[in-house]
């Protein structure tokens, strides 16, 4: 929750918006009854005193922000996760009990749900090439399967665009530097058998030496990692992919159907300071949710949330006032 490069008073705010984020995700699911693939806990593999040592920064960044954790030697981390490979070798972990993990995608789509109850209207299949800002922002869109342009005017307008956002905001003369950071993942179901139950992670795993994760989500397994920064999105490299088949094998072997396996590479707009967006562009109508990089779905709800109080005069439930967007409009 802190990264370097950013200042104490930036850093506070981030810890606050995770906090207060992974509070806004469970409350959802409980008052919702949201049933999507999610599992508690995660546990970082430290192979060795190396990597114990690149860790205590963060050991001590958590003490301080009192956020849960436990500092485990090898064979409580094989007790807590009992799928690990005990070939490999580990030197301790890192229990973090409250966190967790899930399907982002089917746990957006079940909100979409309960907002259409609500009286939400999605318009999918459009994309909005032009806006305007004032009192009564405009946007014009044009539907892809017909062609055909539209105009609507709203009391505000929030984006949430990613890389895109600089193209729509060019038109007011603004303009943010934003950079997509890609991530790359692999996902395969788990293997069937009498064994099954024990395979791969109960909910996640972290090697801190390669910053790869590997998470179940319900009888799949997804690695996640390899960093890559700028190029085109269509072009993985082989040893990117390779990175995390070597990860899966070292903790997990023959945990996946490898002749099932998807891939993936998309873009992660981040920031210099890794930080999110959250407020308006001045007084023009418009407003910025984004730049939350690789922490998208651990920020998602706690964002919306701020966001929403925010646009509706009312005071948010947290200081975000070092995640607004005036820190980085040039």
């Known amino acids: 929750a802190a990264r370097a490069g950013t200042s104490p ?3 506070a ?21 949201l049933q999507y693939e999610q599992a508690r806990g995660v546990l970082v593999l430290l192979r060795g005193e190396r990597e114990l040592a690149w860790a205590r920064p963060a050991l001590d960044r958590l003490a301080e922000s009192r956020f849960e954790f436990e500092l485990l030697d090898a064979a409580q981390c094989h007790r807590l996760e009992p799928g690990l490979n005990t070939a490999t070798p580990l030197h301790a972990g890192i229990s973090l009990p409250r966190d967790g993990v899930g399907n982002g995608r089917h746990f957006a789509q079940l909100l979409r749900v309960h907002a259409q109850h609500r009286g939400a209207h999605f318009r999918f299949g459009h994309e909005v090439h032009s806006l305007s800002a004032g009192t009564s922002p405009r946007l014009i869109s044009t539907d892809l399967a017909s062609g055909a342009a539209a105009e609507a005017r709203f009391d505000a ?14 038109p007011l003369r603004r303009a943010l530097p934003l950079a997509p950071v890609y991530g790359h993942s692999i996902t395969a179901p788990l293997q069937l058998g009498e064994h099954a139950a024990t395979l791969g992670p109960r909910a996640a795993v972290m090697d801190e030496k390669f910053k790869v994760t590997i998470t179940r989500l319900g009888q799949r ?10 190029g085109p999105a269509q072009r993985i490299h082989p040893s990117r992919l390779a990175t ?16 099932q396996t998807s891939v993936w590479k998309g873009a992660r707009p981040m920031l210099p300071d890794g930080l999110p967006l959250l407020g308006a562009i001045g007084s023009s109508g418009i407003w910025l949710n984004l730049g939350h990089g690789s922490s998208g779905f651990a920020l998602a709800c706690g964002s919306a949330r701020v966001i929403a109080d925010l646009m509706a005069g009312h005071e948010p439930a947290i200081d975000v006032g070092g995640l607004q967007p005036r820190r980085v409009l040039v």
């Open 244 to 259: 995390l088949h070597k990860v899966l094998d070292d903790w997990f072997p023959g945990a996946a159907r490898r002749a």
């Open 157 to 170: 307008v929030l984006l949430c665009t990613s890389h895109a956002s600089n193209r729509l905001l060019a």
């Open 13 to 33: 705010a981030l810890v606050a918006l995770a906090r207060f984020s992974r509070q806004r995700l469970h409350e959802l699911t409980d008052l919702l009854e």
């Open 9 to 11: 008073s930036h850093r």
């Open 221 to 230: 397994i997804r690695v996640a990692g390899s960093t890559e920064i700028g």
